[in-house]
């Protein structure tokens, strides 16, 4: 008896102190698709929802509650002899203290989701070798996950996982496949994201998901008032990047996860001036002006 109690503790202990860092959702649309057999889309989705959330990519202990929401959203456009092409959305979001609500922090559709999948071959992570473009184009994203998310509760916390997301860029620059390339038409790829997400000029983007969240949202618990202006503080901090890059991909990206949030949290109470919020939110992001015209 001693025995089994002392296996089940170990099996306890082992649980905790290697609990995997994402609470993955993963969504495998197929209506695009005539052939293929459905289970294999199944098969797709249970086998890149099981690598998500059983590998380990962090060194930190994880307890369940600190888990980070996401959602991997694939929509395949055309199949043929295993290989895919598809358009890959990925959503996260991070707790807002003392609160049941969460607040998003990346909102992201990937339109070069191009790989091959095999049923029931194993999926090997190696943040130093290319071993498939699925495999590669999941983890930069839990990797940008994981460091985004650790940016809104330290400021630069992310650097080490934004890094190694960065990384796995160079390592699949080889690959061929699309989207991870510079020297790619447009600047909207991983490469590009990831360059500017740790590029100087774009210290003020990581800067304002700290106050955002730190200095906004998590204080409104306490003085809404006080949490509202922390945020308007971070949108002031955003202004910095449209002086030198107007229309950046990072903005772009910024207010793709947070516009419909600015708009309700300045849109009730308490009131606060707000004329000049909107002033800056209408020069760093004018295509949103119907969304900020609702503030008051």
Avoid at 114 to 119: A, D, K, L
Avoid at 150 to 160: P, V
Avoid at 197 to 220: I, Q, W
Avoid at 238 to 260: A, C, G, M, Y
Wanted: glycine residues 4%; hydrophobic residues 40%.
């Amino acid at each position: 008896m001693m025995r089994n109690l002392f296996l089940i503790l170990v099996l306890l202990y082992t649980n905790f102190a290697f609990s995997q860092e994402l609470r993955a959702t993963v969504s495998v649309n197929y209506e695009q698709v005539n052939n293929g057999n459905p289970q294999l889309f199944k098969n797709l989705e249970k086998q890149v929802t099981e690598f998500l959330n059983n590998t380990k990519w962090t060194e930190n202990e994880v307890k369940d509650i600190e888990k980070i929401d996401c959602n991997f959203f694939i929509n395949i456009t055309s199949f043929s002899s295993n290989n895919f092409e598809a358009t890959l959305q990925v959503q996260a979001s991070r707790p807002v203290y003392n609160s049941t609500i969460s607040s998003p922090i990346l909102n992201i559709n990937d339109k070069n989701f191009v790989f091959r999948f095999i049923e029931f071959e194993n999926m090997i992570y190696d943040a130093n070798n290319f071993t498939s473009n699925l495999v590669s184009i999941l983890a930069f994203y839990s990797n940008l996950i994981i460091g985004i998310e650790m940016d809104s509760f330290s400021k630069f916390g992310g650097t080490e996982y934004l890094g190694i997301a960065a990384n796995i860029v160079n390592v699949a620059q080889s690959s061929g496949y699309k989207g991870w390339s510079q020297a790619e038409s447009g600047n909207n790829n991983r490469n590009f994201l990831i360059s500017d997400m740790l590029s100087n000029t774009f210290e003020p983007f990581r800067l304002a998901m700290y106050m955002y969240h730190r200095d906004g949202m998590d204080k409104m618990s306490e003085n809404v008032l006080q949490g509202k202006e922390g945020v308007a503080q971070s949108l002031e901090l955003l202004s910095q990047i449209q002086k030198v890059r107007p229309n950046s991909l990072i903005s772009r990206t910024f207010f793709d996860i947070k516009s419909e949030e600015i708009v309700s949290i300045f849109s009730g109470g308490p009131k606060m001036n707000v004329s000049q919020l909107v002033d800056t939110l209408n020069k760093i992001s004018p295509l949103n002006s119907q969304k900020w015209n609702k503030i008051r």
